[in-house]
């Protein structure tokens, strides 16, 4: 089936307001493993934190490396200052046997690591061995000695080179087996290990070189650090010597808050990228106090107790974060310090009043909710206190009565209607946002949005939230943020690392779903990093040249969602095509995004007035054979975004646009060619 359409784009005014490039943000959160996945540590238990995972006395991820008949292991206190936990190895010497810990590992390569060992031995144990082996061949592919200078705690650095990539290999510390013999198995043979950490070199903010490389092609404009998880978050424990750091369970998602990233080591991320920070306090297990303290430490001079310390940390100049986000999701039953509207407004008030006594110059955000009753009462008794209101939309089968019962296109038409939802719950924001002159400055920071498909505990195979379909979806919403940037100004998509689902860097391939996922390794091929569709989609919109709106239309056909449940819009004509056009900051080029819904291709005819137009278009296009295509492991560029030379000429007698497929079409004045 084939249906035709006329895009109409008018250039002959343009907005006032301009779209602000921190409409394509992105959002970090310690979520399931996207601390794990985003950080360039390929080692777990590095502090040997968790507990022992079987019947010998080890932690977590670790194993013993041992031929010695009676070897023991045990758990103690870590050392003097450091978190987690020390693992003790006592060796015999009449076993005269090699010991130690092991630990399976993905490693890239070749490259060299930074290894830290904090140790401690008996005097007879002399030295030991880090080295790395593929565990297959047994093949060695780096090996270091590094001496063991004391029977007290020592840091020890060394470097390790990696021969080559190895994706099933094992990470071994051990002493060898021609230690010297002793005769005393009471104070002599004694090892204790507080951390053993592998770091590439060419990592940055202990973030992997190939994250970072992929997120600055992303273009974000700014990072927010927020999430379930920041509401029992307290920053100071995330800042100073990494190994005092303590080990913080996650209250949010289980398993330990990463203390491997904290406040310096985001903001030397987003520096890295040149993007703003945008920060989310705790305000459900904190205080006002704690959160001007760390507005203080971000911002403040070195005369200042906590600019002080964040110089004593090694970065004497302040931060100058603008930014600052109160509350995530407080309305949510999930979430530390949920509380009804008047309780969040009230506690709004208060962390407005000690964030701004801290630092006049910072923008606040305040927790919104698309139920607005909440926004009303927030905007009413706290409006003046903050300058922009959040919201996060996540759309699924969910609000429409489906299931995987659900015939599939019906399913996606639903993904597809996801931006109407958005229109819809910003219009209604907005009209309370305007309704007293109090709170009218305020504007909308979306600061989540994605796909969410329901019933999402329960997967056959891949996740639909990494599908062309939802790249379609992400796109027709991001065309919605566009039309109404006078008002949204930020935007967060979620998330950039793995992490829950919705991540659209993909690190390995491991799915990390609430509850349930494939064990990390089943591939072979959990170096692969590739993105998803909608990573596609955020790259080409992030990085093109739009300053303005101009008014765009589409004269197309439409589809229906036919909804089991009752909706608080009409789905019964939702156009084919959503279309939204700006031009840059001096006028010379247009710029149109593209989005055909439908499940059908459309001709599409185009009509530009009031620009007189170059002979050649280019056409950026995400399409692939069906609304189900993927990107994973083994095909990681199924779905990329393509680049092609369109003659103006034939947009006039009509283009086609391939069904559930994303354009871009960037169009220079004559003149500029």
């Given amino acids: 089936m084939k249906t035709n359409a006329k895009i109409t784009i008018d250039c002959s005014h343009a ?7 921190y409409l394509f943000g992105h959002f970090v959160e310690d979520i399931r493993d996207h601390m794990e996945a985003m950080l360039a540590y390929p080692l777990k238990d ?16 670790w194993y013993a490396y041992t031929n010695g008949r009676n070897t023991k292991y045990a758990l103690e206190a870590p050392a003097p200052k450091h978190s987690g936990r020390t693992q003790r190895i006592l060796l015999r010497s009449d ?17 060299d690591f930074v290894v830290k060992l904090v140790a401690r031995s008996s005097i007879e144990l002399k030295f030991i061995i880090v080295e790395a082996v593929d565990r297959r061949t047994e093949e060695l592919l780096g090996q270091v000695r590094i001496e063991l200078e004391s029977h007290n705690w020592r840091e020890h650095k060394a470097m390790l080179s990696i021969s080559r990539a190895c994706a099933d290999a094992e990470l071994r510390a051990y002493i060898p087996a021609d230690h010297p013999r002793w005769a005393d198995h009471v104070s002599t043979g004694m090892l204790w290990i507080d951390h053993l950490s592998i770091l590439p070199v ?35 424990h ?74 004593a940390n090694g970065n004497p100049e302040p931060y100058n974060v603008r930014y600052w986000e109160i509350g995530n999701e407080v309305w949510g039953q999930w979430q530390v310090g949920t509380c009804p509207a008047d309780q969040f407004a009230k506690r709004t008030v208060s962390f407005a009043q000690a964030m701004k006594a801290a630092d006049p110059s910072i923008l606040l955000l305040a927790c919104g909710h698309f139920e607005q009753e909440w926004n009303k009462t927030v905007l009413d008794l706290a409006g003046e206190h903050f300058d922009y209101l959040t919201l996060h939309f996540y759309h699924g089968y969910g609000p429409f009565g489906m299931d995987r019962n659900t015939p599939a296109e019906d399913r996606y038409k639903a993904i597809a209607a996801f931006p109407e939802f958005t229109r819809h719950y910003i219009t209604k924001t907005t009209e309370q946002i305007l309704a007293n002159a109090k709170h009218s400055h305020v504007k909308l920071a979306i600061t989540e949005y994605n796909t969410m498909y329901y019933p999402n505990t329960i997967r056959k195979g891949l996740p639909n939230e990494h599908t062309l379909g939802a790249a379609v979806a992400n796109a027709a919403n ?89 909706t608080p819009l009409s789905l019964d004509a939702l156009p084919d095509l959503d279309i939204v056009a700006g031009t840059n900051s001096d ?40 609304y189900d295509d993927i990107n994973s492991v083994f095909e990681p560029e199924r779905i990329i975004g393509k680049k092609k030379v369109v003659p103006a000429e034939q947009w006039q007698r009509g283009y086609p646009l391939r069904p559930t497929s994303v354009y871009v079409l960037e169009m220079l004045a004559k003149h500029q060619t």
């Fill in 15 to 21: 907005s006032q307001h301009t779209v602000n490039p």
């Fill in 46 to 61: 590095m502090d040997f934190e968790s507990k022992a995972g079987s019947k010998k006395e080890i932690s977590g991820s």
């Fill in 95 to 111: 076993d005269e046997a090699f010991a130690g810990v092991a630990q399976k590992i993905a490693l890239k390569g070749p490259t």
């Fill in 202 to 236: 060419d990592s940055i903010a202990r973030v992997k070189r190939e994250v970072i490389d992929m997120t600055r092609e992303l273009n974000a404009g700014m990072m927010r650090l927020a999430g379930n998880y920041i509401s029992a978050y307290h920053w100071e």
């Fill in 238 to 311: 995330g800042i100073g010597p990494v190994l005092e750091r303590p080990v913080m369970y996650n209250e949010a998602w289980g398993g330990w808050t990463s203390k491997y990233f904290g406040t310096d080591e985001f903001i030397r991320f987003c520096r890295e990228l040149q993007v703003e920070p945008l920060i989310c306090v705790n305000d459900g297990s904190g205080t006002p106090e704690e959160a001007a303290q760390w507005i203080e430490y971000c911002n403040g001079s070195v005369d200042t107790p906590m600019g002080a310390k964040r110089a």
């Fill in 478 to 566: 991001l065309n919605e943020m566009i039309r109404c940037s006078d008002m949204v100004h930020i935007g967060s998509f979620s998330d950039l690392v793995n992490g829950w689902l919705g991540g659209c860097i993909r690190v390995g391939d491991y799915y990390a779903d609430q509850y349930c996922g494939k064990e990390p390794g089943w591939s072979g091929l959990p170096l692969t990093i590739y993105g998803t569709p909608t990573y596609e989609v955020l790259k080409l919109y992030a990085n093109r040249d739009v300053r303005h709106l101009v008014p765009a239309t589409a004269a197309c056909g439409s589809f229906a969602v036919p909804s089991l449940k009752e």
């Fill in 587 to 626: 006028h010379t080029s247009v710029t149109a995004f593209i989005v055909n819904r439908s499940l059908h291709e459309v001709k599409a005819t185009l009509d530009l007035q009031h620009f007189e137009a170059a002979e050649e278009t280019v056409l950026y296009e995400i399409t692939g054979d069906t």
